[in-house]
């Protein structure tokens, strides 16, 4: 079972992208260009999910543990610094340029499409030249390993 | 008026609700917050007894246009954008989420969903940003 639920988290995720619409990348650049209409369907989209996984981070927090046994790895960085404001505006930008986040543009891969391929990975050798910059500087590298997704 | 081409209500919420499900499976079975960005930025490089599930997750990300092409009628995307904007912008999405430590799924669903500021920072954030990179590139260029 627990070989196999990694996957079919990752199938579940993929299944409720496919559906929702956020696998379009016309669609997504329609909510980021304004449109009313798919502002109010990624509300739906998000809304849906928090709710769930809001239960979900309450049930979990309470038992302290996962099901499996093991810690839960809860990020634990709660400044909102310079880091996360210059890599989220750096995202946004990206996510404008093409209308791919990271989880819908690999599940396009998976539809064997080439664009969304080169795309991937791009965003592979981002985070590898993220990953070598990081490990130059005086930061611990503690400090970055949090899994905040 | 309601505009039902782009207001699709039902797949929306159902896509959601899914979305939600994989998030409190990972997090209550595994004990860990899901995060397409995460996922992949932990096999970059990938470290010593943490890979596998990563590696697992997105193998089911990238199985799931199959199995949505048999359970409801799913469409492949049309991608638009030409080989230059696919780079450059993948490797800011890469760079930006590692750099944030998170994206749409890690801050925007499992972070506003454990009522983080800092995620809810982040998502104001990226969503401004991509707002004003979509008005820049239809009206200035």
Redesign the interface.
């Given at each position: 079972m627990n070989r196999i639920s990694p996957f079919l988290v990752g199938l579940v995720f993929g299944l409720g992208l496919c559906l929702s619409g956020m696998t379009e990348p016309t669609k997504v650049l329609g909510f980021l260009g304004g449109g009313r209409a798919m502002k109010q369907t990624i509300a739906f989209v998000m809304g849906g999910a928090v709710v769930v996984a809001f239960v979900a981070f309450r049930i979990a927090i309470r038992r302290g543990s996962s099901l499996s046994g093991g810690h839960l790895h809860l990020p634990v960085a709660q400044a909102i610094d310079a880091r996360l404001v210059a890599g989220s505006l750096i995202f946004g930008v990206g996510w404008g340029l093409v209308g791919l986040c990271p989880g819908p543009a690999i599940v396009d891969v998976g539809y064997l499409d080439g664009h969304a391929a080169l795309f991937v990975l791009s965003m592979a050798v981002g985070m590898g030249l993220y990953g070598t910059l990081a490990a130059v500087p005086a930061k611990p590298a503690g400090e970055l390993a949090i899994d905040d997704g | 008026m309601?505009?039902w081409?782009?207001?699709?209500?039902g797949?929306?919420?159902?896509?959601?609700?899914?979305?939600?499900?994989?998030?409190?499976?990972?997090?209550?079975?595994?004990?860990?917050?899901?995060?397409?960005?995460?996922?992949?930025?932990?096999?970059?490089?990938p470290?010593e007894g943490d890979w596998?599930?990563?590696a697992?997750?997105?193998?089911?990300?990238?199985?799931?246009?199959?199995?949505?092409r048999f359970?409801?009628n799913?469409?492949?995307?049309?991608?638009?954008?030409g080989?230059a904007?696919?780079?450059?912008?993948?490797?800011?999405?890469?760079?930006?989420?590692?750099?944030?430590?998170?994206?749409?799924?890690?801050?925007?669903?499992?972070?506003?969903?454990?009522?983080?500021?800092?995620?809810f920072?982040?998502?104001v954030?990226?969503?401004?940003?991509?707002?004003?990179?979509?008005?820049l590139?239809?009206h200035i260029l």
């Amino acid at each position: 079972m627990n070989r196999i639920s990694p996957f079919l988290v990752g199938l579940v995720f993929g299944l409720g992208l496919c559906l929702s619409g956020m696998t379009e990348p016309t669609k997504v650049l329609g909510f980021l260009g304004g449109g009313r209409a798919m502002k109010q369907t990624i509300a739906f989209v998000m809304g849906g999910a928090v709710v769930v996984a809001f239960v979900a981070f309450r049930i979990a927090i309470r038992r302290g543990s996962s099901l499996s046994g093991g810690h839960l790895h809860l990020p634990v960085a709660q400044a909102i610094d310079a880091r996360l404001v210059a890599g989220s505006l750096i995202f946004g930008v990206g996510w404008g340029l093409v209308g791919l986040c990271p989880g819908p543009a690999i599940v396009d891969v998976g539809y064997l499409d080439g664009h969304a391929a080169l795309f991937v990975l791009s965003m592979a050798v981002g985070m590898g030249l993220y990953g070598t910059l990081a490990a130059v500087p005086a930061k611990p590298a503690g400090e970055l390993a949090i899994d905040d997704g | 008026m309601i505009d039902w081409i782009h207001f699709t209500p039902g797949s929306a919420l159902a896509g959601g609700l899914l979305i939600g499900l994989a998030a409190a499976w990972l997090i209550l079975q595994h004990g860990h917050v899901l995060g397409a960005s995460g996922l992949l930025g932990g096999l970059v490089p990938p470290r010593e007894g943490d890979w596998p599930w990563r590696a697992e997750a997105i193998l089911g990300l990238i199985a799931a246009p199959l199995v949505a092409r048999f359970l409801f009628n799913a469409h492949p995307p049309t991608i638009a954008a030409g080989w230059a904007m696919l780079v450059v912008g993948g490797l800011l999405v890469g760079f930006g989420t590692r750099l944030a430590n998170g994206c749409t799924s890690g801050h925007g669903v499992c972070g506003l969903a454990r009522i983080s500021p800092r995620s809810f920072a982040a998502t104001v954030i990226f969503m401004a940003a991509g707002f004003l990179t979509v008005f820049l590139l239809r009206h200035i260029l």
